[in-house]
């Protein structure tokens, strides 16, 4: 069941939001996601405005998932309560119904996958962001998984533009459905314990 959508919103969690891999969401990661992406946009060097700006996308965005997640009000998140969150929020709804953060975060990760800046994202980018998060072995494996993520459009266009990201994954968060091609949209999954 590694393209359920039980185990894709465990995925966001563990590979995408968990940074310091404790297994709860908290502030310290969106500070440390911060970091990150302003580490990565600067190909190793540091802005201070750009880290700025995205300390406060992060923080925005952990203020909006502990609103909607943190029923308990202790200040983490744990993965059910971000299921129940994202099953709230997300589950039916197209990209421009997500809460405003996420779209925030959903925008900047497209950045940081677009290596090139050149408003797509190519097969070589989503290879390289894949093997930087999960375990792959095969090449094939995220060959066919890029493959499935695109139509026609996408083909012509050499990859997937921010709109298409956007609607992909919104997609892989709020679509149960399998065998849609966005469960694809991190590449191949591994089902979670």
């Not at 956007?166 to 991190?186: C, H, I, M, R, T």
């Amino acid at each position: 069941m590694a393209y359920s959508w039980d185990n894709r919103v465990s995925f966001i969690v563990k590979f995408l939001y968990d940074i310091d891999n404790n297994g709860v969401l908290d502030q310290h990661d969106f500070e440390c996601m911060a970091l990150k992406m302003t580490l990565v946009e600067g190909k190793g060097d540091f802005n201070y405005n750009h880290y700025q700006e995205n300390l406060h996308v992060m923080l925005s965005l952990w203020e909006e998932i502990a609103e909607l997640a943190d029923f308990n009000k202790d200040g983490v998140v744990t993965t059910e309560e971000f299921k129940v969150a994202v099953q709230r929020s997300c589950m039916g709804r197209p990209y421009r119904d997500f809460p405003q953060a996420m779209k925030m975060f959903i925008d900047s990760h497209f950045k940081l996958v677009d290596l090139n800046d050149d408003g797509v994202i190519a097969a070589d980018e989503f290879r390289y962001n894949c093997v930087m998060r999960i375990p792959v072995d095969n090449i094939d494996a995220l060959d066919d998984a890029y493959q499935s993520l695109l139509n026609d459009d996408d083909r012509r266009r050499g990859g997937l533009t921010l709109a298409r990201y956007q609607e992909l994954y919104a997609q892989f968060l709020g679509n149960p459905d399998e065998n849609s091609p966005a469960v694809y949209l991190f590449g191949p999954l591994h089902e979670l314990c």
